[in-house]
T-cell receptor, first 115, second 112 residues
Framework: AQSVTQPDIHITVSEGASLELRCNYS??????LFWYVQSPGQGLQLLLK??????LVQGIKGFEAEFKRSQSSFNLRKPSVHWSDAAEYFC?????????????FGTGTQLKVEL | DSGVTQTPKHLITATGQRVTLRCSPR?????VYWYQQSLDQGLQFLIQ???????AKGNILERFSAQQFPDLHSELNLSSLELGDSALYFC???????????FGPGTRLTVL
């Protein structure tokens, strides 16, 4: 069964500081990996995705993530955080199994940005 | 704006009632997915439809059902509602059966 662990429930960073959100996954084959962001009262916005190829993927809003197969990780990074980045971030794993394509989400990391 | 629309935005109803949530996928997308987000369960996959046919099922209760119509919009029917069904219900769509999913704004269901 596929699963995702986001070990940090809450993270607080200062504006302008760098950010790394951790994500570990469990999946039997080559996974599809995603990061989504959810602002209060909003839906989920796709930040970036990894399907195959280059293990460092670039996304929107200056975010990037690195796929490390040996560590079963897909950590999200941003070199300089802006106050508008405050939101909840979800890592998800998906794959084409049994004819379907469900996403399994982590429990999320709530990011607070101090000005 | 993802291009996925969901109606209504909010729904307040009583226990034992039945409701229908509606989703229109992005133009050109053939797959529709339903997810439930609650405080205790997090984001849970419910069901996927691809071009009108059920493709994958998650931990969807028997009281819940869904369908995808020929124009590709989808409806999620929730019946015999319980307090624990209060949650945010998201619809997502993708072009094929295994691409990235784009989420709608959600329907917040409150069962009193």
């Amino acid at each position: 069964a596929q699963s995702v662990t986001q070990p940090d429930i809450h993270i607080t960073v200062s504006e302008g500081a760098s950010l790394e959100l951790r994500c570990n996954y469990s999946y039997g084959a080559t996974p599809y990996l995603f990061w989504y962001v959810q602002s209060p009262g909003q839906g989920l916005q796709l930040l970036l995705k990894y399907f195959s190829g280059d293990t460092l993927v670039q996304g929107i809003k200056g975010f990037e993530a690195e796929f490390k197969r040996s560590q079963s990780s897909f950590n999200l990074r941003k070199p300089s955080v802006h106050w508008s980045d405050a939101a909840e971030y979800f890592c998800a794993v998906g794959g084409f199994t049994g004819g379907g394509n469900k996403l399994t989400f982590g429990t999320g990391t709530q990011l607070k940005v101090e000005l | 704006d993802s291009g996925v629309t969901q109606t209504p935005k909010h729904l307040i109803t009583a226990t034992g009632q039945r409701v229908t949530l509606r989703c229109s996928p992005r133009s050109g997308d053939l797959s529709v997915y339903w997810y439930q987000q609650s405080l205790d369960q997090g984001l849970q996959f419910l069901i996927q439809y691809y071009n009108g046919e059920e493709r994958a099922k998650g931990n969807i209760l028997e009281r819940f059902s869904a369908q995808q119509f020929p124009d590709l919009h989808s409806e999620l029917n929730l019946s015999s509602l319980e307090l624990g069904d209060s949650a945010l219900y998201f619809c997502a769509s993708s072009m094929g059966g295994s691409d990235e999913q784009f989420f709608g704004p959600g329907t917040r269901l409150t069962v009193l």
